[in-house]
C-alpha cells in the first residue's frame, strides 16, 4: 500500500502543474465566495461540535484500509485548494459511516463524513472524488456560514451557537430518534442553487488540479439519480441540481483543457470494493436511528489508527466497554446484559452475539468472526460440567486451531449457579494479533449446557475481562 501511494504521488505532480499552469492561461470561471459576517474560526468552531453530534449519532466504520483510501483521495483535493481558497484554521478529515444509505456531508472548518453506501455504488475512484470534491467546495467557500449570514442578516450574537443552532438545528437528535428516513445532513445544509452551482464548478477546478477527470463529478450525478428507489438518494435533494448540471460541468471541464483521462486508481479501488463486499452490511438509516434511541455510538473521538496492516490481518479499532450496561432479551428466558455501547449483532437459533461496533465481521463465504464482545450459546450436554466444557473446547478448536488452554478450568458464579471458567490465548482471524479468550459453562435444567465466549485482543483483556465477568455473572436464565 505504501508503495502505491508514493508512486501515485509522483504521477500526480505533472498532472498537477500542467492544469495549474493552463488553468490560469485560459477561461477558468473564478468563484467567488458568498459575503459571509462570521470569521473562519467560527466555521471551526461550528464544524466541530456538529461533528462529535455526529460521532455520537453514527456508526464509523472504523476499518483502517478504506479509512486510508478515502483520506488520501480527500488529502489529494485539499492540495488542490486554490491558495485564494485557503484557510490556515481549516482542519481537513475524513471518515468513513458504515451506513448504507448513499450520501456523504462536510461540516463547516474540514470534517468530512462518506457513507459506505456512496463508496460501494460509485463506479470508479473518479466519481467517489467528484462527490467529495463537491463537499470540499462547499467547504472552502464557507457556504455553511455564508448560508447563514443571508438568513440572519442584522443579528449579532453567540456565533458559533447560532450557526450549529442553524446547521445542527436542534433537530438532528430528535429527527434521527424519530427513525426518518432522511440522512444527517438534511439539518446540517441544505444549499441553494447558486451555491450549488458554486460548488459544482469550483469542485470541477479542485478536481482537475488533483489530477481527477471533472467529468466523473457529472458521471457520479448520474450514478447517484440511478440509484435510492423513488426519491433517489438523500445527496441529491441536498444538493440540488442548480440546471444544466452535467453540461455546465463539462463546460468547465472544457475551458480547463482536462484531456486526459484522469485518475482511476482502479486496481486499489476494486480491492477496497471487494474488501467492504466482505463486511457484514453496512446500516440503514432505520437501524441508526433504533440504535441513537438506545443511546447512540461511542466511535471515541480519536482517528482510526492508520499504520499499515500487520501480518497481513486488519486493524480494528472500536470503542472500550461502557461502564453501563444494558439488558437484552434474545428469547424467551434468557436476558442477557451487556456493555451499552455493544449490539446484537447476530442471532442463530443456539446463540447469540453481542458486540462493539466495528467489531463484527464477515467474509465472502459468510464465515463470521468478532474480535470483541460475548457469543452467548446452549450446547448439547451429558450433566458433567467438566467433561461437556471440554466437548465444547474441543469443538472450538477446530475453527481456531490456534488456540490454546492457558491454566486450569476454575469454579465460577455463571448465570447465578455454579460454573466453570477457563482463559484461552489465540490468534485472531481478523487481526492476525494474539487474542484473549474466556470460556464460561454452567449445566441447565434439561441437561444442555450454557456457554459464554468473551473475545477481546489480548492487549485489551484488562479492559474487557472486567465486563466478561458482569455479564456471565448478570445472565438471568429460567430454565425452571
Ligand atoms: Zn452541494
Known amino acids: 500500500m505504501t508503495s502505491v501511494m508514493s508512486f501515485r504521488r509522483h504521477a500526480l505532480l505533472p498532472v498537477f502543474l500542467l492544469t495549474a499552469a493552463l488553468g490560469t492561461a485560459f477561461g477558468q470561471t473564478r468563484i467567488t465566495p458568498p459575503p459571509n459576517k462570521y470569521s473562519p474560526a467560527d466555521d471551526v468552531k461550528a464544524g466541530q461540535e456538529a461533528s462529535q453530534e455526529a460521532m455520537k449519532q453514527l456508526p464509523m466504520l472504523n476499518d483502517a484500509a478504506t479509512e486510508e483510501y478515502v483520506q488520501g483521495i480527500g488529502q489529494r483535493l485539499v492540495a488542490a485548494i486554490p491558495p485564494e481558497l485557503q484557510h490556515p484554521e481549516f482542519h481537513y478529515t475524513f471518515r468513513v459511516v458504515n451506513q448504507k444509505d448513499i450520501n456523504a456531508f462536510a461540516l463547516p472548518g474540514g470534517p468530512m463524513f462518506v457513507n459506505r453506501g456512496m463508496i460501494e455504488s460509485a463506479h470508479d475512484e473518479g466519481e467517489i472524488a467528484g462527490v467529495m470534491a463537491h463537499e470540499l467546495s462547499h467547504v472552502v467557500l464557507r457556504h455553511g456560514t455564508a448560508q447563514q449570514t443571508k438568513a440572519t442578516p442584522y443579528e449579532v450574537g453567540a456565533v458559533a451557537g447560532q450557526i450549529l443552532g442553524a446547521i445542527v438545528g436542534g433537530g438532528l437528535g430528535s429527527i434521527i430518534a424519530q427513525g426518518s428516513n432522511f440522512g444527517i445532513s438534511t439539518y446540517f445544509m441544505k444549499f441553494s442553487r447558486e451555491y450549488e452551482s458554486q460548488a459544482d464548478i469550483e469542485g470541477s477546478q479542485i478536481m482537475a488540479r488533483a489530477g481527477y477527470n471533472p467529468i466523473d463529478m457529472a458521471n457520479m450525478f448520474h450514478t447517484l439519480a440511478a440509484q435510492g428507489g423513488s426519491n433517489g438518494p438523500q445527496w441529491l435533494s441536498d444538493h440540488p441540481d442548480p440546471g444544466n448540471r452535467e453540461q455546465r460541468i463539462r463546460q468547465e471541464a472544457a475551458a480547463l483543457h482536462f484531456n486526459g483521462q484522469g485518475l482511476t486508481n482502479t486496481a486499489e479501488f476494486n480491492s477496497i470494493r471487494s474488501r467492504l463486499a466482505g463486511m457484514s452490511p453496512a446500516y440503514t438509516a432505520e437501524q441508526i436511528a433504533a440504535q441513537n434511541k438506545r443511546g447512540g455510538y461511542n466511535n471515541g473521538n480519536g482517528p482510526v489508527a492508520t499504520s499499515g496492516r500487520n501480518n497481513g490481518g486488519r486493524i480494528v479499532q472500536v470503542s472500550a466497554p461502557s461502564g453501563s450496561f444494558r439488558t437484552y432479551q434474545p428469547s424467551q428466558g434468557l436476558r442477557v446484559s451487556v456493555p451499552s455501547n455493544w449490539m446484537q449483532v447476530d442471532a442463530g437459533q443456539n ?11 464477515t467474509d465472502n463465504s459468510n464465515n463470521s468472526a468478532f474480535t470483541h464482545g460475548v457469543e452467548i450459546g446452549v450446547a448439547q450436554g451429558t450433566g458433567n460440567l467438566q467433561n461437556d466444557t471440554n466437548a465444547l473446547l474441543r469443538n472450538l478448536s477446530q475453527s481456531n486451531p490456534q488456540m490454546q488452554q492457558s491454566g486450569k478450568a476454575r469454579n465460577d458464579n455463571v448465570a447465578g449457579r455454579n460454573g466453570l471458567t477457563v482463559q484461552l490465548a489465540n490468534v485472531s482471524e481478523v487481526t492476525n494479533q494474539p487474542e484473549y479468550i474466556s470460556l464460561s459453562t454452567t449445566e441447565l435444567n434439561n ?17 474487557y475481562d472486567s465486563a466478561f465477568k458482569k455479564v456471565r455473572q448478570n445472565l438471568q436464565v429460567s430454565d425452571r
Not at 446463540?351 to 465481521?361: E, I, L, N
Not at 450454557?450 to 477481546?456: C, N
Request: aromatic share 14%.
Open 351 to 361: 446463540s447469540v452475539t453481542y458486540a462493539p461496533d466495528g467489531a463484527w465481521f
Open 447 to 463: 441437561g444442555s449446557m450454557l456457554y459464554v465466549i468473551g473475545v477481546a485482543p489480548r492487549n485489551e483483556a484488562g479492559t
